[in-house]
């Protein structure tokens, strides 16, 4: 049997929407558009609505076969059956998360412009890796920045890499280049005046690009 294909193309963020049926509306172009991943991530919730739009995101989520990951609480995600947690620097212990959701789980880890933060989280048995900001974010203005070179020196890594920071579907292609695997993204979808055409530009990116990683997790939408 061929070993798994590493996961690649759009992992959509969400954005802060207090408003659960409009963000559940917004979400599903999304995923109906060609999402590879999702992650829940809501900032300005409190722990109830967070829990609530999580729970409601699931089963949407596996509707269209697209993964759930749970931004900043990986207790949360536990709690309702989500696919994984991303973890920042703030955000508790991989080794803990793992513990709670299982092997197979997807547990990202944020690297931010550090090489050797990624060294230990993929030691630590990270899912994949993720790196930025590449460019000034919208939404995270004040960010650590990151440089392309970061994603060409972890390619050894063996991990999927994730890209991002004000990432739009025209500045996009060099990161597809130096090795990012997936493009995570929260404004240049979700403010995008057509979503869905979004998502297909950024998809577009990864054509006839070939990927990079020699990959062996199953890091697979479950
Ligand atoms: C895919 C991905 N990469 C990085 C982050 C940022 O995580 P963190 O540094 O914990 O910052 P917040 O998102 O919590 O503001 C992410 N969420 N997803
Ligand atoms: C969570 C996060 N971490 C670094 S930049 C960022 C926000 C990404 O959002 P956008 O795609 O709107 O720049
Ligand atoms: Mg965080």
Same mark, same amino acid.
């Given at each position: 049997? &061929?070993?798994?294909?590493?996961?690649?193309? $759009?992992?959509?963020?969400?954005?802060?929407?207090?408003?659960?049926?409009?963000?559940?509306?917004?979400?599903?172009?999304?995923?109906?558009?060609?999402?590879?991943?999702?992650?829940?991530?809501?900032?300005?919730?409190?722990?109830?609505?967070?829990?609530?739009?999580?729970?409601?995101?699931?089963?949407?989520?596996?509707?269209?076969?697209?993964? $759930?990951?749970?931004?900043?609480?990986?207790?949360?995600? *536990?709690?309702? /059956?989500?696919? /994984?947690?991303?973890?920042?620097?703030?955000?508790?212990?991989?080794?803990? *998360?793992?513990?709670? $959701?299982?092997?197979?789980?997807?547990?990202?880890?944020?690297?931010?412009?550090?090489?050797?933060?990624?060294?230990?989280?993929?030691?630590? /048995?990270?899912?994949?890796?993720?790196?930025?900001? =590449? =460019?000034?974010?919208?939404?995270?203005?004040? *960010?650590?920045?990151?440089?392309?070179?970061?994603?060409?020196?972890?390619?050894?890594? /063996?991990?999927?890499?994730?890209?991002?920071?004000?990432?739009?579907?025209? &500045?996009?292609?060099?990161?597809?280049?130096?090795?990012?695997?997936? $493009?995570?993204?929260?404004?240049?979808? =979700?403010?995008?005046?057509?979503?869905?055409?979004?998502?297909?530009?950024?998809?577009?990116?990864?054509?006839?690009?070939? *990927?990079?990683?020699?990959?062996?997790?199953?890091?697979?939408?479950?």
């Amino acid at each position: 049997m &061929n070993p798994p294909r590493p996961p690649r193309g $759009l992992y959509a963020i969400t954005p802060d929407d207090s408003d659960t049926r409009r963000l559940m509306a917004r979400v599903e172009t999304v995923l109906a558009a060609g999402t590879t991943w999702l992650q829940y991530r809501n900032k300005a919730a409190d722990a109830s609505l967070r829990e609530a739009q999580a729970r409601e995101l699931l089963p949407l989520c596996r509707r269209y076969g697209v993964a $759930l990951i749970v931004n900043d609480d990986w207790r949360l995600a *536990a709690a309702i /059956g989500a696919d /994984g947690a991303h973890l920042g620097e703030d955000d508790g212990e991989l080794a803990a *998360a793992r513990e709670a $959701l299982g092997a197979t789980a997807i547990i990202g880890a944020s690297c931010y412009d550090d090489l050797d933060l990624a060294r230990q989280a993929a030691a630590a /048995g990270a899912s994949y890796i993720a790196f930025g900001a =590449f =460019f000034p974010s919208p939404t995270k203005p004040n *960010a650590r920045r990151a440089t392309l070179d970061l994603l060409r020196d972890s390619a050894a890594l /063996g991990v999927p890499r994730v890209a991002i920071g004000g990432i739009t579907p025209d &500045n996009a292609r060099p990161l597809v280049d130096a090795g990012a695997d997936l $493009l995570a993204v929260i404004s240049g979808v =979700f403010d995008a005046a057509d979503p869905a055409a979004a998502v297909r530009a950024y998809l577009d990116c990864f054509d006839a690009r070939p *990927a990079h990683s020699s990959l062996t997790k199953d890091t697979r939408t479950p």
